[in-house]
């Protein structure tokens, strides 16, 4: 199982999950790393406003085409 997965599973949108991790990930202290798990993860107000960057959409974005439900 990868992190998607869980993401998905605990409601959370897998690219803004994944873009929230890895950029509080390098200041976390290591004892708060468990809040950055899929059951225990917060969004900030930055992490859900990754779509009004344009380069965020789907058809432009390759990294967000990858995490698109399979039609």
Known sequence: MTL???AKLNGHDP???LK???TRLPTQKNTAIVELLPHNWKPTISDK???LDA???PSSNPARQLLQPAT
């Open 4 to 6: 998607i997965q869980p």
């Open 15 to 17: 690219y803004a999950y």
């Open 20 to 22: 929230g991790v890895l």
């Open 49 to 51: 406003v990754w779509w």
């Open 55 to 57: 380069d965020a959409t």
